[in-house]
Structures are given as C-alpha cells and as structure tokens.
C-alpha cells in the first residue's frame, strides 16, 4: 500500500504563489508518474498538471507559463509551483500518485486527500 499526503495549501493574494508538496510512502519500488488535479465546489475534478518518469511534464492550458510540476526522486516527494495565482484557481487541489510496489508489478494509482488553495483578496 502506498500513502499519499498534500500539504502547502492556503490563502493567497490574487498575483501571489504557493508551492504545493505531495509525499508518497509505504511500498514503492518506483513512481511512474505524479499528477495534479483540483476541484472547485460544484463543478468536476479537472487535470492540472503531471510528470511522468521523473522528467516528462504535461500541463493544462489554463495553467501554462504559471505552474511548474517537479520531483525529488530521492525523496519520493512532487511539487506544484503555483505563481500568478488567479481567483479561478481556487480549488482543492489533488495528487495522483502511479506507483509500483516491486520490479515485477504494474503500476497503481493512489489519490491523496487534497490540500485546499484560495486565491482572494
């Protein structure tokens, strides 16, 4: 089993930034990807941003030039680096960790519990 917990949500100023963090622990032989979703009250969970193989990132539109998504392999530890925050961005936000537990297995996904980001002045 693997667990995931985010951390460094909170409330920003419109223009501010976070750094999101997302620590993946138990029994991991390797993670395959790490990604990013949040959800707004109301509305459906969407993609945010991911990384794949520790160097491979992928980003949503909305988020381009603003979010920066990186790993510390070491650590078994993702980031989210959230600058330019909008209000729109307020959202709690999810990580999705694809994880192996031995050389042998394939990969499973694991969600955190999610990390609450407000953007409002």
């Known amino acids: 089993q693997v667990q995931v917990v985010e951390s460094g949500g909170g409330l920003v100023q419109p223009g501010g930034s976070l750094r999101l963090s997302c620590a993946a622990s138990?029994?991991?032989?390797?993670?395959?990807?790490l990604r990013w979703y949040r959800q707004a009250p109301g509305k459906q969970r969407e993609f945010v941003a991911a990384?794949?193989?520790?160097?491979?990132?992928n980003y949503a539109d909305f988020v381009k030039g603003r979010f920066t998504i990186s790993r510390d392999n070491a650590k078994n530890t993702g980031y989210l680096q959230m600058n330019s925050l909008k209000p729109e961005d307020t959202a709690v936000y999810y990580c999705?960790?694809?994880?192996?537990?031995?050389?042998?297995?394939?990969?499973?996904?694991?969600w955190g519990q999610g990390t609450q980001v407000t953007v409002s002045s």
């Open positions: 999705n960790t694809e994880a192996r537990a031995d050389r042998y297995s394939g990969s499973t996904n694991y």
């Open positions: 138990g029994r991991i032989f390797s993670i395959d990807a």
């Open positions: 990384i794949t193989n520790g160097v491979i990132t």
